[in-house]
């Protein structure tokens, strides 16, 4: 009987304790909530600039275990007195156990959880009209007591007519240090299905599968993102009246960016393991770029000189064009003090007859004033290119194959172009070819004034002029 009576009052004693900790959890949001929106107001106005959007929350309602509101997105449209709203219906469940996270069987503690859906309202009237009363999405969000956040979102299959939408479920997680800068997260989807019909027999299909994009950087010396981004993709295809126009299988992209001193380098690495245009596999590419000794400083005033000339709503693409390059212009003498360089480690393109590969290493340099000439920003070039001879006649066919001309015919095509073009550079010695491995080499070495091509050493000039002929 007392041991019933002590577990009866521990039970007791871990109500109250939950209770007060849900009630001091709802207590804090709503205190913290003002300072929230103002930092997510100002982000909106930073990324959006001229958008003039603004999010306000209205009919706040704090309970014990939970609080209800509304997100309110505010748009102000340039030329229109009137404001458009669209409004989002939120239930936040108090930590240390939300009661949505307990029924999804989560037992960690967490801080607080959400649930968000679109409100029915004269402006998103008809979307309702069409998913006949149902939000078109749910947005589930689980925030830790670590910073971290998880969030799913839910779209619902949707038919607007010449428009059908399979749905999808898109899930992220993530960690920011607003100190730091650090931003981490995964987002990941299974993929969609779109498809669009112009009311004529007219249809093309857009499908995606297996999305998956993720970030971890912090914000350097200079403010800019420093660490590693990607992006995977298993499938992407376009098809346009049940014929598959393009495909590509497994593309990936990673982006790496490092701080040296006062400088920056960064790498952009992108692999295709096939791409397929009208049912045609043009083959497997790699690309990897590395830009290094960029100056850290030049970068950050050429960026901050962006960002304030698109606060301007009358700047359009042409003029922030313009902006960009008078920036360069004007820091670019500073930032060539650096030797900046660009690097193509490699490219390779591979098909079903063989591979090929170019690699390449240049090194810029000052020049003296009133000195234009683009040769004279350039210190050093390395270069090696290694191309298949049947590769590049099944590359070549292809194309021509692409521009409507017969399977034969292009590649009777490609056999004679290849070839010609091979003998003039060969008579030219532009490049060195391998009878017996059917492989075209080059290889070119420049610095401070000197060039070496496939051996033979040569001046700038003449170097140009062989390669103007």
């Given at each position: 009987?007392?041991?019933?009576?002590?577990?009866?009052?521990?039970?007791?004693?871990?109500?109250?304790?939950?209770?007060?900790?849900?009630?001091?959890?709802?207590?804090?949001?709503?205190?913290?909530?003002?300072?929230?929106?103002?930092?997510?107001?100002?982000?909106?106005?930073?990324?959006?600039?001229?958008?003039?959007?603004?999010?306000?929350?209205?009919?706040?309602?704090?309970?014990?275990?939970?609080?209800?509101?509304?997100?309110?997105?505010?748009?102000?449209?340039?030329?229109?007195?009137?404001?458009?709203?669209?409004?989002?219906?939120?239930?936040?469940?108090?930590?240390?156990?939300?009661?949505?996270e307990l029924k999804r069987f989560n037992l960690l503690p967490s801080m607080a959880a959400a649930h968000s859906t679109l409100e029915n309202t004269p402006y998103s009237a008809g979307v309702f009209r069409i998913t006949k009363g149902e939000s078109p999405f749910t947005l589930?969000?689980?925030?830790?007591?670590?910073?971290?956040?998880?969030?799913?979102?839910?779209?619902?299959?949707?038919?607007?007519?010449?428009?059908?939408?399979?749905?999808?479920?898109?899930?992220?997680?993530?960690?920011?240090?607003?100190?730091?800068?650090?931003?981490?997260?995964?987002?990941?989807?299974?993929?969609?299905?779109?498809?669009?019909?112009?009311?004529?027999?007219?249809?093309?299909?857009?499908?995606?599968?297996?999305?998956?994009?993720?970030?971890?950087?912090?914000?350097?010396?200079?403010?800019?993102?420093?660490?590693?981004?990607?992006?995977?993709?298993?499938?992407?295809?376009?098809?346009?009246?049940?014929?598959?126009?393009?495909?590509?299988?497994?593309?990936?992209?990673?982006?790496?960016?490092?701080?040296?001193?006062?400088?920056?380098?960064?790498?952009?690495?992108?692999?295709?393991?096939?791409?397929?245009?009208?049912?045609?596999?043009?083959?497997?590419?790699?690309?990897?770029?590395?830009?290094?000794?960029?100056?850290?400083?030049?970068?950050?005033?050429?960026?901050?000189?962006?960002?304030?000339?698109?606060?301007?709503?009358?700047?359009?693409?042409?003029?922030?064009?313009?902006?960009?390059?008078?920036?360069?212009?004007?820091?670019?003498?500073?930032?060539?003090?650096?030797?900046?360089?660009?690097?193509?480690?490699?490219?390779?393109?591979?098909?079903?007859?063989?591979?090929?590969?170019?690699?390449?290493?240049?090194?810029?340099?000052?020049?003296?004033?009133?000195?234009?000439?683009?040769?004279?920003?350039?210190?050093?070039?390395?270069?090696?290119?290694a191309i298949s001879m049947p590769m590049a006649k099944e590359a070549m066919a292809q194309i021509t194959q692409l521009q409507g001309h017969t399977a034969e015919d292009s590649r009777r095509f490609a056999e004679h172009q290849v070839d010609l073009w091979t003998g003039t550079?060969?008579?030219?010695?532009?490049?060195?070819?391998?009878?017996?491995?059917?492989?075209?080499?080059?290889?070119?070495?420049?610095?401070?004034?000197?060039?070496?091509?496939?051996?033979?050493?040569?001046?700038?000039?003449?170097?140009?002029?062989?390669?103007?002929?």
């Amino acid at each position: 009987m007392k041991k019933s009576l002590v577990a009866v009052g521990v039970i007791a004693a871990l109500g109250v304790i939950w209770t007060g900790a849900a009630w001091y959890t709802g207590k804090q949001l709503q205190q913290r909530l003002p300072s929230s929106l103002q930092q997510l107001n100002q982000q909106l106005t930073a990324q959006f600039p001229g958008a003039n959007l603004a999010i306000t929350v209205e009919d706040y309602q704090r309970g014990v275990f939970s609080s209800k509101m509304r997100h309110v997105l505010h748009i102000s449209s340039a030329g229109r007195s009137d404001k458009q709203t669209v409004s989002f219906l939120t239930t936040v469940d108090h930590g240390p156990f939300p009661q949505s996270e307990l029924k999804r069987f989560n037992l960690l503690p967490s801080m607080a959880a959400a649930h968000s859906t679109l409100e029915n309202t004269p402006y998103s009237a008809g979307v309702f009209r069409i998913t006949k009363g149902e939000s078109p999405f749910t947005l589930d969000s689980r925030f830790s007591y670590g910073q971290t956040m998880a969030v799913r979102l839910n779209i619902i299959p949707l038919n607007l007519g010449v428009v059908n939408f399979s749905g999808t479920k898109i899930n992220v997680d993530g960690h920011f240090a607003k100190k730091t800068g650090e931003l981490k997260f995964n987002l990941n989807t299974a993929g969609f299905e779109l498809r669009v019909s112009n009311g004529e027999d007219v249809s093309e299909q857009i499908l995606l599968k297996g999305l998956e994009i993720s970030n971890n950087t912090v914000n350097g010396a200079f403010g800019l993102p420093v660490g590693k981004q990607s992006i995977a993709l298993k499938q992407l295809s376009v098809t346009r009246d049940g014929a598959e126009k393009v495909a590509i299988d497994n593309l990936n992209v990673t982006g790496v960016s490092r701080e040296t001193g006062d400088t920056l380098s960064t790498s952009v690495d992108y692999n295709i393991a096939a791409l397929k245009v009208d049912k045609l596999n043009v083959g497997a590419m790699k690309l990897a770029l590395q830009f290094d000794n960029l100056d850290g400083s030049v970068l950050k005033t050429v960026l901050a000189a962006i960002d304030e000339y698109k606060q301007d709503e009358m700047m359009d693409e042409v003029s922030l064009g313009a902006v960009l390059s008078e920036q360069i212009n004007a820091n670019l003498p500073q930032l060539l003090k650096r030797h900046p360089s660009i690097s193509i480690k490699p490219f390779n393109w591979k098909n079903s007859q063989g591979e090929s590969s170019f690699n390449m290493n240049l090194v810029f340099q000052p020049v003296a004033e009133g000195d234009t000439s683009p040769v004279a920003f350039i210190k050093q070039i390395d270069s090696n290119l290694a191309i298949s001879m049947p590769m590049a006649k099944e590359a070549m066919a292809q194309i021509t194959q692409l521009q409507g001309h017969t399977a034969e015919d292009s590649r009777r095509f490609a056999e004679h172009q290849v070839d010609l073009w091979t003998g003039t550079a060969q008579v030219l010695q532009m490049i060195q070819f391998d009878t017996q491995k059917q492989k075209i080499t080059s290889q070119l070495n420049y610095k401070d004034g000197v060039a070496n091509l496939n051996g033979s050493e040569m001046t700038l000039e003449e170097l140009t002029k062989l390669f103007s002929k």
